[in-house]
């Protein structure tokens, strides 16, 4: 599975982005997908999942403002970011997984990062 992340970009705080993860091959929905976050400094964290079922999971962090989406049609997951903080700027990852460890998708494929910075 090779994925392509797009959508990214500059953005006020209180403003809104909408992630896609475009994904190859025709296994698509057979897999939970994810997006991920990485602060300069910090560890890489779990934002959101979707699992094949269409059940999502979200961090605490995003709750409420955060929405995760795929179209199995057209082997894409979305993150729509609403209402968005300085403290959201990080590198965002997609990522594909078929297990999960305590509601957190274990990613088999990354896709290549997109850079997402909110500004005050």
């Known amino acids: 599975v090779q994925l392509q992340a797009s959508g990214g970009g500059l953005v006020q705080a209180g403003g809104s982005l909408r992630l896609s993860c475009a994904a190859s091959?025709?296994?698509?929905?057979?897999?939970?997908m994810g997006w991920f976050r990485q602060a300069p400094g910090k560890e890489r964290e779990s934002v959101a999942a979707?699992?094949?079922?269409?059940?999502?999971m979200y961090a605490d962090s995003v709750k409420g403002r955060f929405t995760i989406s795929r179209d199995n049609a057209k082997n894409t997951v979305y993150l729509q970011m609403n209402s968005l903080k300085p403290e959201d700027t990080a590198v965002y990852y997609c990522?594909?997984?078929?297990?999960?460890?305590?509601?957190?998708?274990?990613?088999?494929?990354w896709g290549q990062g997109t850079q997402v910075t909110v500004s005050s």
């Open positions: 990522a594909a997984g078929r297990t999960w460890r305590d509601g957190v998708l274990v990613a088999d494929y």
């Open positions: 979707i699992d094949r079922f269409g059940s999502t």
């Open positions: 091959g025709r296994t698509f929905s057979s897999y939970g």
